[in-house]
């Protein structure tokens, strides 16, 4: 990883009164079948790789989500035609990229947005993108990135804010990441399918959002080998052409409406799904105690145990515990037997969920870098505040646990990442709604649920 400034415990911004918020009563169970969206991070690369041709491609299965919304908006700015042609499926029509500058305050907004700058750099030469700031999570560095260019023989200066990339023509190089990047493993190997010659990429990401990549990016032509190994390979061509390809799940999605079965002690099914995606999440929620069983092609059941057991559980990159679920995680280990110990070593600042959940009766603490999650017997519900994608979904999921009325605000990090996860969870048996702006979640009164009724999930 690159020299991460140790980044203050940012607390979430006060929730105005007019911002919106979901408001949730807690303590029942849920039941039935929930359908899974196609991968936000997926949808975002393939996004910024259909810029690597002339033709137009068409993506299926893309979920509808802000940050979609986001890059749509950043290809916009450059030329490019993306036009919703359904429900989920985007045509993008690359063929009048002409501008290689992104706009500062587009990318500002969305991390992924920097994943154009590889793209942009092989089709045109040249492309000049506004570093993309740290956000809630982490500094969020792309030295990686630069460095990864480089090897390919691009020119790179960082002055002012602004990334600036040229090279005449790229050519195949040897990259070694010191971490396995995700993103800098798609900016390289992006880059490299229109360089010259061969380009292998070791310590390479393995995330499957990488492999769906390169298999987009193979439909369209480009040579790639060993994609979700740790070595990637790839060889150079001419130009790539149009294609048109489905989104695979998201995994992510998939495994925050496995935690909320777990937490509510639920039977549910979720699909699709990719089980070899989630083997570290499906191997840590039966470790504690939860029944996990494939019931068809795609198709996931998770059953409560007898109980919620505590657990330890490290993030690593892929194929280990993905730090994208150590939140939602948090909030079922918040109500299992036993003390668990929480070590997220992916990001410097993934930990700011944990004063949330304490206000809704966690008894969690942190210490140098672990949280220490000592189970409680329940929660109960409160006004909180969401401070990015992830702890926004696991106060959701503990909102449905605890007792009572739990409000959220900070609704524009969950929008981010879930699409309509309210409405999933309506169709669940969830007590659970989003309130415009007007009433002050503080004024919504936190009425004690009318005693959970035999339909309610017994205190885990
Ligand atoms: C991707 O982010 C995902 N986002 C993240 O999902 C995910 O948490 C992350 O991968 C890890 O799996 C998208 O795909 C859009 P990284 P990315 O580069 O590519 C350090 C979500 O909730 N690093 O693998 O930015 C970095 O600081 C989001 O959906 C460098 O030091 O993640 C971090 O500590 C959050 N230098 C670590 O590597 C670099 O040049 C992992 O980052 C690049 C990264």
Same mark, same amino acid.
């Given at each position: @990883?690159?020299?991460?400034?140790?980044?203050?415990?940012?607390?979430?911004?006060?929730?105005?009164?007019?911002?919106?918020?979901?408001?949730?009563?807690?303590?029942?169970?849920?039941?039935?079948?929930?359908?899974?969206?196609?991968?936000?991070?997926?949808?975002?690369?393939? @996004?910024?790789?259909?810029?690597?041709?002339?033709?137009?491609?068409?993506?299926?299965?893309?979920?509808?989500?802000?940050?979609?919304?986001?890059?749509?908006?950043?290809?916009?700015?450059?030329?490019?035609?993306?036009?919703?042609?359904?429900?989920?499926?985007?045509?993008?029509?690359?063929?009048?990229?002409?501008?290689?500058?992104?706009?500062?305050?587009?990318?500002?907004?969305?991390?992924?947005?920097?994943?154009?700058?590889?793209?942009?750099?092989?089709?045109?030469?040249?492309?000049?993108?506004?570093?993309?700031?740290?956000?809630?999570?982490?500094?969020?560095?792309?030295?990686?990135?630069?460095?990864?260019?480089?090897?390919?023989?691009?020119?790179?200066?960082?002055?002012?804010?602004?990334?600036?990339?040229?090279?005449?023509?790229?050519?195949?190089?040897?990259?070694?990441?010191?971490?396995?990047?995700?993103?800098?493993?798609?900016? +390289?190997?992006?880059?490299?399918?229109?360089?010259?010659?061969?380009?292998?990429?070791?310590?390479?990401?393995?995330?499957?959002?990488?492999?769906?990549?390169?298999?987009?990016?193979?439909?369209?032509?480009?040579?790639?080998?060993?994609?979700?190994?740790?070595?990637?390979?790839?060889?150079?061509?001419?130009?790539?052409?149009?294609?048109?390809?489905?989104?695979?799940?998201?995994? +992510?999605?998939?495994?925050?409406?496995?935690?909320?079965?777990?937490?509510?002690?639920?039977?549910?099914?979720?699909?699709?799904?990719?089980?070899?995606?989630?083997?570290?999440?499906?191997?840590?929620?039966?470790?504690?105690?939860?029944?996990?069983?494939?019931?068809?092609?795609?198709?996931?059941?998770?059953?409560?145990?007898?109980?919620?057991?505590?657990?330890? +559980?490290?993030?690593?990159?892929?194929?280990?515990?993905?730090?994208? @679920?150590?939140?939602?995680?948090?909030?079922?280990?918040?109500?299992?037997?036993?003390?668990?110990?929480?070590?997220?070593?992916?990001?410097?600042?993934?930990?700011?969920?944990?004063?949330?959940?304490?206000?809704?009766?966690?008894?969690?603490?942190?210490?140098?870098?672990?949280? +220490?999650?000592?189970?409680?017997?329940?929660?109960?519900?409160?006004?909180?505040?969401?401070?990015?994608?992830?702890?926004?979904?696991?106060?959701?999921?503990?909102?449905?646990?605890?007792?009572?009325?739990?409000?959220?605000?900070?609704?524009?990090?969950?929008?981010?990442?879930?699409?309509?996860?309210?409405?999933?969870?309506?169709?669940?048996?969830?007590?659970?709604?989003?309130?415009?702006?007007?009433?002050?979640?503080?004024?919504?009164?936190?009425?004690?649920?009318?005693?959970?009724?035999?339909?309610?999930?017994?205190?885990?």
């Amino acid at each position: @990883m690159g020299i991460e400034p140790s980044l203050p415990q940012s607390s979430p911004a006060p929730a105005r009164l007019t911002d919106p918020y979901l408001q949730i009563e807690g303590g029942y169970r849920l039941s039935g079948e929930v359908t899974i969206s196609g991968a936000k991070n997926s949808s975002l690369a393939l @996004m910024a790789a259909s810029l690597l041709t002339m033709e137009p491609c068409r993506l299926h299965n893309v979920p509808k989500l802000a940050d979609i919304r986001m890059m749509s908006a950043i290809l916009e700015s450059l030329g490019v035609r993306v036009k919703p042609v359904a429900d989920n499926t985007l045509d993008i029509d690359p063929r009048f990229l002409s501008v290689h500058r992104a706009p500062y305050e587009l990318v500002n907004s969305l991390r992924a947005s920097f994943f154009i700058l590889g793209p942009i750099l092989a089709r045109l030469g040249m492309a000049r993108i506004p570093l993309p700031g740290g956000c809630a999570i982490g500094a969020r560095p792309v030295d990686l990135h630069v460095r990864g260019l480089q090897a390919l023989g691009a020119q790179v200066r960082i002055e002012h804010g602004i990334v600036e990339a040229r090279a005449r023509k790229l050519r195949g190089g040897r990259i070694y990441l010191d971490y396995p990047s995700v993103g800098a493993t798609e900016t +390289i190997m992006m880059a490299a399918t229109l360089a010259e010659g061969e380009t292998v990429i070791e310590n390479a990401a393995q995330e499957p959002e990488v492999v769906d990549l390169a298999n987009f990016c193979r439909s369209m032509g480009a040579h790639i080998r060993g994609a979700g190994s740790k070595t990637i390979v790839i060889s150079g061509v001419l130009r790539l052409h149009g294609s048109e390809y489905h989104v695979i799940p998201d995994r +992510i999605e998939t495994g925050t409406f496995m935690a909320a079965a777990a937490i509510t002690r639920s039977t549910l099914r979720i699909g699709p799904v990719f089980p070899e995606h989630l083997a570290a999440v499906i191997a840590k929620l039966r470790e504690m105690g939860s029944v996990v069983n494939l019931v068809g092609p795609g198709t996931l059941e998770v059953s409560p145990g007898r109980v919620m057991a505590a657990t330890d +559980i490290e993030t690593l990159p892929f194929p280990g515990f993905p730090t994208d @679920m150590q939140a939602q995680f948090m909030s079922v280990l918040a109500v299992s037997e036993g003390t668990s110990i929480i070590s997220e070593t992916v990001f410097e600042n993934r930990l700011m969920h944990v004063p949330e959940l304490n206000r809704l009766g966690a008894d969690i603490r942190v210490r140098s870098g672990h949280a +220490i999650v000592r189970g409680v017997l329940k929660l109960s519900g409160a006004p909180v505040v969401a401070t990015d994608l992830r702890a926004s979904a696991a106060l959701v999921i503990a909102g449905l646990a605890a007792h009572g009325t739990t409000t959220i605000a900070g609704l524009h990090h969950l929008d981010r990442g879930y699409e309509s996860i309210e409405r999933k969870l309506q169709a669940l048996g969830a007590r659970i709604e989003r309130h415009l702006p007007g009433a002050a979640p503080s004024e919504v009164s936190n009425a004690v649920a009318a005693g959970p009724d035999a339909a309610t999930v017994a205190p885990a």
